[in-house]
C-alpha cells in the first residue's frame, strides 16, 4: 500500500494537540490518541460513549518503547517473534515508571498492548515518540469499524480526522492473551487459537471472565441494534439470513459471509454485512449454524454478544 505522507502529517498533527484521529490496523480501525496524555485520553471514552471502567489497548511500533512500560517475558517474547506485527494483544504488568495514563489502565497495574500489521498504522507509529491508545473506532457497544467511512458514520464531525487506510483485512478484533500471570486467553480475535497453542505447546483455552480487566469483554457488544437469533435453519421470511455456505436460492433476504464455507472470510465480512443490514432497516437477523472452529469460535462470540438481550 502507497503511504500518503500528508496525511500522516495531518494525522502526527492532531495527535500532538490531544486530539483523536481514526487510525486503520489490519483488524478494524480504532480511535487513537496519546497514550501518554490524560487529556488526550479522556476524550476517547466520551466520544466512545465508554464506560471508564473498561481498558484500553495501547499500539506500539516497536519492543524499545514498550519496554519503557511493560514488564516482558519469555513467552512474551515467543509470540511476539512468531506474530508480531499482527492481530495479537498482551496484557503485560505495568511499570510504575510507565507514562501511560492511569486512564488508559483504569488505574490497574497491568496494560494490553499491540503491534499492528498495517501499513499506514506502523508509519505513523515510527514517526511519532508516544504509543497510541486505540480501542475500536465506534460507540461503545455497536458494530466495530472496518473501513474510513465506517468510523465517519459512529462519529460524523465529532471526530477531527480520520486516517485513510483501505479495508481492514481481517474485520475482526485481535485475539487477547493475559500474561500477568499463567497464560491466558481471555478475547478470541484475528489470531486462531489453535497456533497459539501450537507455538507455546499447552492447551490454552478462551477464558470469559476478565471483562472489567480485558477490552471488549462486555456481555453486549459489536451489536447492530438489531435482535439476532443464532444456529437458524428456517429463517423467517421478513429477516436477513446470514450464511456461510451458498444456496441454491436468489432470495434477497439471504447474506453471504462467505460462500465457500470460509471462516476467514466470513470474519473478515461479518462486521460490514451487519452494517448493511442495519442500513437496509432490516427487524431481525438470523445465522445458519456457524462451525465453532477456528476463526468460527471468534464469529460465534461477537454474534453472542451482539445478541445478548
Excluded: W
Amino acid at each position: 500500500m502507497k503511504i500518503n505522507n500528508s496525511s500522516i502529517k495531518k494525522s502526527i498533527k492532531f495527535l500532538k494537540k490531544n486530539e483523536c484521529i481514526g487510525m486503520p490496523t489490519e483488524t478494524v480501525y480504532g480511535l487513537a490518541a496519546n497514550a501518554y496524555s490524560n487529556t488526550a485520553t479522556i476524550k476517547i471514552y466520551k466520544l466512545k460513549k465508554r464506560p471508564k471502567f473498561n481498558p484500553l489497548i495501547v499500539h506500539y511500533f516497536d519492543l524499545k518503547m514498550l519496554k519503557k512500560d511493560c514488564y516482558i517475558n519469555n513467552i512474551f517474547i515467543k509470540l511476539f517473534k512468531k506474530f508480531c506485527p499482527g492481530p495479537i494483544t498482551f496484557i503485560l504488568k505495568l511499570k510504575k515508571t510507565s507514562s501511560v495514563s492511569r486512564i488508559v489502565t483504569n488505574n490497574k497495574n497491568s496494560l494490553a498492548v499491540r503491534f499492528p500489521k498495517h501499513p499506514v498504522a506502523r508509519t505513523l507509529l515510527k514517526k511519532i515518540n508516544f504509543p497510541l491508545a486505540a480501542p475500536s473506532a465506534n460507540i461503545s457497544t455497536s458494530i466495530s469499524p472496518v473501513t474510513k467511512s465506517d468510523v465517519k458514520d459512529e462519529f460524523g464531525s465529532k471526530l477531527k480526522y480520520i486516517l485513510d487506510g483501505g479495508r481492514s483485512i481481517i474485520g475482526l478484533e485481535s485475539t487477547i492473551i493475559d500474561l500477568t500471570n499463567r497464560p491466558k486467553i481471555v478475547r478470541l480475535g484475528g489470531l486462531k487459537l489453535e497456533k497459539i497453542n501450537k507455538v507455546l505447546n499447552l492447551k490454552l483455552k478462551f477464558i470469559n471472565k476478565s471483562f472489567i480487566k480485558v477490552p471488549g469483554q462486555s456481555k453486549l457488544h459489536y451489536s447492530p441494534g438489531i435482535p439476532i437469533r443464532l444456529n437458524v435453519i428456517k429463517p423467517k421470511t421478513n429477516s436477513a439470513y446470514l450464511l456461510i455456505n451458498k444456496r441454491n436460492s436468489k432470495n434477497l433476504n439471504f447474506f453471504y459471509l462467505s460462500k465457500k464455507k470460509n471462516l476467514t472470510e466470513a470474519g473478515k465480512n461479518l462486521y460490514k454485512t451487519l452494517r448493511e443490514i442495519k442500513k437496509k432497516k432490516y427487524k431481525l437477523i438470523e445465522v445458519e449454524k456457524i462451525p465453532n472452529i477456528g476463526i468460527g469460535q471468534t464469529i460465534n462470540d461477537r454474534l453472542k454478544r451482539a445478541s445478548y438481550k
